[in-house]
T-cell receptor
Framework: DAGVIQSPRHEVTEMGQEVTLRCKPI?????LFWYRQTMMRGLELLIY????????DSGMPEDRFSAKMPNASFSTLKIQPSEPRDSAVYFC?????????????FGPGTRLTVL | GNSVTQMEGPVTLSEEAFLTINCTYT??????LFWYVQYPGEGLQLLLK?????DKGSNKGFEATYRKETTSFHLEKGSVQVSDSAVYFC???????????FGTGTQLKVEL
C-alpha cells in the first residue's frame, strides 16, 4: 500500500509568491494532519482534518496560511504571500479511526525555501 | 497543557554502545506515549508506543517503559548500529485524543 504522498519534495520561491503544498493521505485514512518542522521551533501541528472537515487550526501561524481538504484523498496547504520565515519542512500525516488514531503515518515532507 | 521534554543532542556514540535518550512529559490524565524516528530525508515513523503505566514498548531492539511516577519514557538500546543514526522524537497524546505533542527531537549519530 502506498504511503502518504507529498508534492513537491522541494520548493524554492521568492518572498511574496504564493506557495501550494499538496498531500495525498493513505487510502481509507480519515484523519489528516499538517506539521511544520524548523530548527528553532521543532515539529509543530498546524491543522488537522477529520472526514475532510478542519477540526483544529489553532496552530496555523497567521492568515497567510490556509488549508483545504476538498475530498478524502487530497489536501493542500497554501501560503500567500510567502515570507523567508516560512522556510521549513512541511509534513503531512494521516491515520484512521479504525485503529489507534494517535499512531500517525508521515509523508516524506516538502522542504520549502523562501528567498 | 501537554508538553514533552527530551535531552538535547546531538548524541554521538560508537557502534555497539549503549543508548539512552531521556524523555519526560507533562500531561493531564493518562496519556499514551510514543517514540518516533526520522531518518535523513524522510518523514517520521513510529518506533514504539506504550498506552498505560508500566507498559514497555519495544521494536528493533529499542525499548521504553512508561513510568508514571517519574513521568518519563526513556528510550534505550543495548547495542546501537550505524544504521540507527537518525533523529528521535518523544511524543504523547491525551487519552482518546488525536493530537500528538512532540519533543524537540534528539539527533543520534553512530560511528564505526
Amino acid at each position: 500500500d502506498a504511503g502518504v504522498i507529498q508534492s513537491p519534495r522541494h520548493e524554492v520561491t521568492e518572498m511574496g509568491q504564493e506557495v501550494t503544498l499538496r498531500c495525498k493521505p493513505i487510502s481509507g485514512h480519515d484523519y489528516l494532519f499538517w506539521y511544520r518542522q524548523t530548527m528553532m521551533r521543532g515539529l509543530e501541528l498546524l491543522i488537522y482534518f477529520n472526514n475532510n472537515v478542519p477540526i483544529d487550526d489553532s496552530g496555523m501561524p497567521e492568515d497567510r496560511f490556509s488549508a483545504k481538504m476538498p475530498n478524502a484523498s487530497f489536501s493542500t496547504l497554501k501560503i500567500q504571500p510567502s515570507e523567508p520565515r516560512d522556510s521549513a519542512v512541511y509534513f503531512c500525516a494521516s491515520t484512521t479511526s479504525s485503529g489507534p488514531t494517535d499512531t500517525q503515518y508521515f509523508g516524506p515532507g516538502t522542504r520549502l525555501t523562501v528567498l | 497543557g501537554n508538553s514533552v521534554t527530551q535531552m538535547e543532542g546531538p548524541v554521538t556514540l560508537s557502534e555497539e554502545a549503549f543508548l539512552t535518550i531521556n524523555c519526560t512529559y507533562t500531561a493531564t490524565g493518562y496519556p499514551s506515549l510514543f517514540w518516533y524516528v526520522q531518518y535523513p530525508g524522510e518523514g517520521l515513523q513510529l518506533l514504539l508506543k506504550a498506552t498505560k503505566a508500566d507498559d514497555k514498548g519495544s521494536n528493533k531492539g529499542f525499548e521504553a517503559t512508561y513510568r508514571k511516577e517519574t513521568t518519563s519514557f526513556h528510550l534505550e538500546k543495548g547495542s546501537v548500529q550505524v544504521s540507527d543514526s537518525a533523529v528521535y522524537f518523544c511524543a504523547l497524546s491525551s487519552r482518546g485524543g488525536n493530537k500528538l505533542t512532540f519533543g524537540t527531537g534528539t539527533q543520534l549519530k553512530v560511528e564505526l
